[in-house]
Each structure stands twice: as C-alpha cells, then as structure tokens.
T-cell receptor, first 117, second 112 residues
Framework: NAGVMQNPRHLVRRRGQEARLRCSPM?????VYWYRQLPEEGLKFMVY????????ESGMPKERFSAEFPKEGPSILRIQQVVRGDSAAYFC???????????????FGEGSRLTVL | KNEVEQSPQNLTAQEGEFITINCSYS?????LHWLQQHPGGGIVSLFM???GKKKHGRLIATINIQEKHSSLHITASHPRDSAVYIC??????????????FGKGTKLSVKP
C-alpha cells in the first residue's frame, strides 16, 4: 500500500533549463495538490487537480509553471526556463475525498527538492 | 482571505513535559489540519478536524470554531517528537479544500 510517490527527490538544473516533477497519488486517490516551500519560508498552495482537470490554479505563478494530471500516469509539475528563485521543495499531496468542497485528510509525498544553479 | 497565526514560533522542552501549540485563524473554516514536518523535510498529516477534539496516541488536537482557535497537545513528550508542527486552514470559506493557507510553523525541540 504505497503512499504518495514523488520523483525525483532531488533535482539540479541550470538557469534556463526545464524541471519536471512527478507525483503518483495513493492508490484510489484522484485528487492531487502541489505546494511549494521556499527556503526558510512556509508552505504555499500552488494547484489542485483531478484526473484530466485543473480545479484551482490560483496559487500558480502566471508564467513558466504548468501542471497536469493525465488520465494515465502521474501528475506532473513543469517549470520552464527555471530561475534561481525557483529553488525550493515542492510537495505533492493526495486526498480520497469525493466532493469539491468537502475537506479530506491529505497524504503528502516526501517532496522534490529543486536546486537551480 | 484567511490568515493563520501560530504560537510559539520556537519551543524547547524537556523529555516528559506536556506541550501545547496554538493556532488562530481569521475566517470561518470547514476543517483545520495539523501537520508535522520532520527534520529531514517530509510532511505527515497528524489531524484533520472540524469540531471538538481528536486523539491519536500521545497527540491531542482541539478546535473551538466560535473562537477560531485550535491547539495541538503532546503528552509525555519525547525527543523523537522534535519537528516543525504546522497548522493549515482553507484559504477561503467554501473554497477548494486543497487551497490551504499554512501557519509559519512551530519548531519543537525536546531534550532528553
């Protein structure tokens, strides 16, 4: 009964490159959330996805960032043309809830730590 | 838009002490989350509660909806409880439930 799986755990990119972070939710969970934790700062919501749908992307930067959760395969957070300020830990969580406004327990992955040189 | 305040920011305790961490928020919520972030960085959900009290082992979480306040208690604290404890609530009442606003965290250190 695997938990939320994130990979890679650590990723190093040079400025201008692309970063792709993957998240496989727990079995049976169809709701995925991405959060970012900048160094020495708290967690911040980025995006909430269900299979093939973006439900709430109000926390995503307007440029260079995108997220998807395809019908098959993991959710992917994509950062194009990375800059040093993108260096952070990116956490994915999944939930078994069935309703948009129903609060469910969140299960977190171990995080992906992106370093931009 | 909700705002979350946690106190204290840092807490040092001796093994065996009773610990209390507080969380206040400004806008009505459907539920509140308590999370634990280990020194290695991983995050574990401890509680999700919308009323009353929940207990899991030595951890107890309470919430007072009218006063917009929650507390996390640790009884008989142990060095392995050393971690950052984070409170989180929905950004907006009735908004998408994963759109959480997080407290800055309380860094707990329990000395043997």
């Amino acid at each position: 009964n695997a938990g939320v799986m994130q990979n890679p755990r650590h990723l190093v990119r040079r400025r201008g490159q692309e970063a792709r972070l993957r998240c496989s939710p727990m079995k049976g969970h169809s709701h995925v959330y991405w959060y970012r934790q900048l160094p020495e700062e708290g967690l911040k919501f980025m995006v909430y996805l269900q299979k093939e749908n973006i439900i709430d992307e109000s926390g995503m930067p307007k440029e260079r960032f995108s997220a998807e959760f395809p019908k098959e395969g993991p959710s992917i957070l994509r950062i194009q043309q990375v800059v040093r300020g993108d260096s952070a830990a990116y956490f994915c969580a999944s939930s078994p809830l069935t309703g948009l406004s129903t609060t469910g327990e969140l299960f977190f992955g171990e995080g992906s730590r992106l370093t931009v040189l | 838009k909700n705002e979350v305040e946690q106190s204290p920011q840092n807490l040092t305790a001796q093994e065996g002490e009773f610990i209390t961490i507080n969380c206040s928020y400004s806008v009505g919520i459907s539920a509140l989350h308590w999370l634990q972030q280990h020194p290695g960085g991983g995050i574990v959900s401890l509680f999700m509660l919308s009323s009353g009290k929940k207990k899991h082992g030595r951890l107890i979480a309470t919430i007072n909806i009218q006063e917009k306040h929650s507390s996390l208690h640790i009884t008989a604290s142990h060095p392995r409880d050393s971690a950052v404890y984070i409170c989180a609530v929905p950004m907006n009442y009735g908004g998408s439930q994963g759109n959480l606003i997080f407290g800055k965290g309380t860094k707990l250190s329990v000395k043997p």
